[in-house]
């Protein structure tokens, strides 16, 4: 049974990506080979469109829109979830950062989550506080 779910937009990633397709769409009337670029570009959107978090009674689920890549962690791994505030520099997508990987859609709210190996990922949300305590009532 899911105790929380939370889909966040990554309405500044869409509009940056539809201002870039418009400007290469004007292009290509020139240089027919950034056809491609628009074609990449659709999809990336379409990957990245929102952040699904979801708590169950036993696991952390969380996944892009286009539901890849879906990623579970069982709750029992989870020893704290921090409300955090990430840097510009850490930028949105999935990388590593000095706090581990970092999935982010928009916005620098997140949610800093140790796990029992001393492993650490963040979860990009608008929810940073809601979901932090959240999790944390499972830990």
């Not at 989870?78 to 850490?90: F, G, H, L, P, R």
Request: glycine share 8%; aromatic share 10%; with cysteine.
């Amino acid at each position: 049974m899911k105790t929380y779910q939370h889909t966040q937009p990554a309405t500044t990633i869409i509009r940056a990506m539809v201002g870039m397709m418009l400007i290469f769409a004007i292009a290509s009337i020139f240089v027919h080979q950034v056809l491609i670029s628009i074609i990449v570009i659709a999809i990336v959107t379409w990957i990245f469109r929102s952040l699904t978090v979801e708590i169950s009674d036993t696991e952390l689920t969380w996944y892009f829109g286009s539901g890849f890549p879906l990623k579970r962690m069982p709750l029992d791994e989870i020893v704290s979830a921090e409300a955090i505030q990430t840097t510009v520099w850490n930028g949105w997508g999935i990388h590593y950062t000095a706090r581990g990987w970092l999935y982010n859609v928009s916005g620098r709210g997140a949610v800093a989550i140790r796990l029992r190996s001393g492993k650490q990922f963040c979860l990009g949300t608008d929810e940073a506080e809601k979901l932090a305590g959240e999790l944390m009532k499972h830990s």
